[in-house]
Nanobody
Framework: QMQLVESGGGLVQAGGSLRLSCTAS????????MGWFRQAPGKERAFVAK????????YYADSVKGRFTISRENAKNTVYLQINSLRPEDTAVYYC???????????????WGQGTQVTVPS
């Protein structure tokens, strides 16, 4: 069974940056496509970004393109989400997830972390 643990969240002023990390245990990440999601207060969880198992392919939600960068270090069993130019609307709990199908364009996000809070005061 895979366990995912996110870290790196916090309170950051608008315009600042954060790097979130997602580290796996129980299984190695190097054969899993990985994704980041976020859930803002009162809203449903939403897709943010995903990266292929090799790191060669990435895909972003339109709302974060140009400000967010997903990357991975398979040797460290870790996936990252670099967030720049933070805005109050980025306030949310950020979750990482691992796909169980091997299908980059039609994943099944079976494994989830517990989330890390990002707060950007307005």
């Amino acid at each position: 069974q895979m366990q995912l643990v996110e870290s790196g969240g916090g309170l950051v002023q608008a315009g600042g940056s954060l790097r979130l990390s997602c580290t796996a245990s129980g299984r190695t990440l190097n054969s899993y496509h990985m994704g980041w999601f976020r859930q803002a207060p009162g809203k449903e969880r939403a897709f943010v970004a995903k990266i292929s198992w090799s790191g060669d392919a990435t895909y972003y939600a339109d709302s974060v393109k140009g400000r967010f960068t997903i990357s991975r270090e398979n040797a460290k069993n870790t996936v990252y989400l670099q967030i720049n130019s933070l805005r109050p609307e980025d306030t949310a709990v950020y979750y990482c997830a691992a796909d169980s199908t091997g299908r980059f364009w039609d994943p099944d996000w079976r494994y989830w972390g517990q989330g890390t809070q990002v707060t950007v005061p307005s």
